[in-house]
């Protein structure tokens, strides 16, 4: 398990992990297990319906625990579709850190899901890195789920898709942060009110260079009850924000990338 730089590399920008994980863990590479350890309350298993992929179940009552299962490709023409599914009981308040893949959460009553995804992709081929995540989420009576996804740098193309179905007084807060750079294209979901519900998006956008940023307003409602609101601005790095950096010692390139990776974080 993580037997060499790169792997360590990986694992610290998409997972921020440095050395042996602790707590629940499965780590996927090159479509295989590189490393696997439930505990007590979460319990890690492969899937017995044919598709690659785990299933992870959180016991009733489990707090302050992390379950790590991130995902990393070594080698070149790796193509997969992962399916990760999650049961968590009632009364949970737990954090997962997760790699691309399709995600299915059940989300037990009155429990809380802090869900982190990253994307990160590296090296000069001619291969194009493409990476579409799915993720679905049921949450029952009074769950909440806060999902963090960042797409750090290096992935060609990614389009993601994202449902959420709320049971009574249950919430869902989604920060999604893109980067892209030369040919590079990211599609981000829109937001469609399908029951009695309320929705707000916000798109604060950093364009640089020859980027082109479409920041449509598509908000959708299917039912009369649903109350949907979208923001959304789009601007360069702020010349008093170079300036301050600069003054500390930093050349422009150099303040442009720390305000990125703020942006990022």
Do not use: W
């Not at 609101?229 to 170079?242: M, P, R, S, V, Y």
């Amino acid at each position: 398990m993580m037997d060499t730089q790169v792997d360590r590399e990986l694992l610290e920008k998409i997972a921020d992990l440095i050395g042996k994980p602790v707590g629940a863990f499965n780590i996927r590479k090159d479509c295989g297990c590189d490393g696997r350890v439930s505990t007590e309350h979460i319990k890690i298993d492969d899937r017995t319906d044919g598709h690659a992929g785990i299933d992870i179940r959180i016991l009733d009552g489990t707090k302050g625990e992390t379950c790590h299962i991130p995902v990393i490709i070594t080698k070149s023409g790796v193509e997969e579709t992962v399916y990760n599914d999650f049961y968590i009981g009632e009364d949970c308040d737990v954090e997962i850190v997760a790699g691309c893949g399709i995600h299915t959460f059940h989300v037990g009553k009155n429990s809380h899901v802090h869900y982190s995804e990253k994307h990160y992709a590296e090296g000069d081929g001619r291969g194009e890195k493409i990476m579409n995540p799915q993720t679905i989420v049921y949450l029952e009576e009074g769950a909440s789920i806060q999902m963090d996804t960042v797409q750090i740098r290096g992935v060609d193309s990614t389009k993601r898709y994202t449902k959420i179905v709320c049971g009574k007084g249950a919430e869902a807060v989604i920060t999604e942060r893109l980067l892209t750079h030369g040919r590079q294209v990211a599609d981000s979901p829109c937001v469609v009110g399908n029951a009695k519900c309320f929705g707000h998006v916000q798109c604060d956008s950093i364009i640089m260079g020859q980027a082109k940023i479409s920041s449509v307003p598509e908000i959708a409602a299917n039912d009369t009850e649903a109350q949907l609101i979208h923001e959304a601005a789009i601007g360069k790095i702020a010349g008093d924000q170079l300036l301050k950096l600069e003054t500390l010692g930093l050349t422009e390139e150099e303040a442009e990338d720390r305000i990125l990776k703020g942006f990022l974080a």
